[in-house]
């Protein structure tokens, strides 16, 4: 069973930046896809970006593309995701997934950390 644990996050003024950080323990994913998902209040839970722990492919969302990186550390087995360009719009709890698959879709996601919440501020 894979144990992910978020940090980073709170309040930062639009146009800001602000880091998020994954750690993952237990049997941690040999393969498979780290992700970042997020979830605003009165909405559905929305994917934002992935990467492969073999070869650290990557992938984003439309809405966020240019403006945020996501990274990892397998040394580490952290996963990081840098938000530039910060809006309102992405005010969220954000989310960190774990899936042995290569994939987006969030019911293929075996491990999901507590969320940290991020609020931008106009």
């Known amino acids: 069973q894979v144990q992910l644990v978020e940090s980073g996050g709170g309040l930062v003024q639009a146009g800001g930046s602000v880091s998020l950080s994954c750690t993952a323990s237990?049997?941690?994913?040999?393969?498979?896809?780290m992700a970042w998902f997020r979830q605003a209040p009165g909405k559905e839970r929305e994917f934002v970006a992935r990467?492969?722990?073999?070869?650290?492919?990557?992938s984003y969302a439309d809405s966020v593309k240019g403006r945020f990186t996501i990274s990892r550390d397998n040394a580490k087995n952290t996963v990081y995701l840098n938000m530039n360009s910060l809006s309102p719009e992405d005010t969220a709890v954000y989310y960190c997934?774990?899936?042995?698959?290569?994939?987006?879709?969030?019911?293929?996601?075996?491990?999901w950390g507590q969320g940290t919440q991020v609020t931008v501020s106009s």
């Open positions: 237990g049997r941690t994913f040999s393969s498979g896809t």
């Open positions: 997934a774990g899936s042995p698959f290569v994939t987006t879709t969030p019911n293929l996601f075996t491990a």
């Open positions: 990467i492969r722990w073999n070869g650290g492919t990557t």
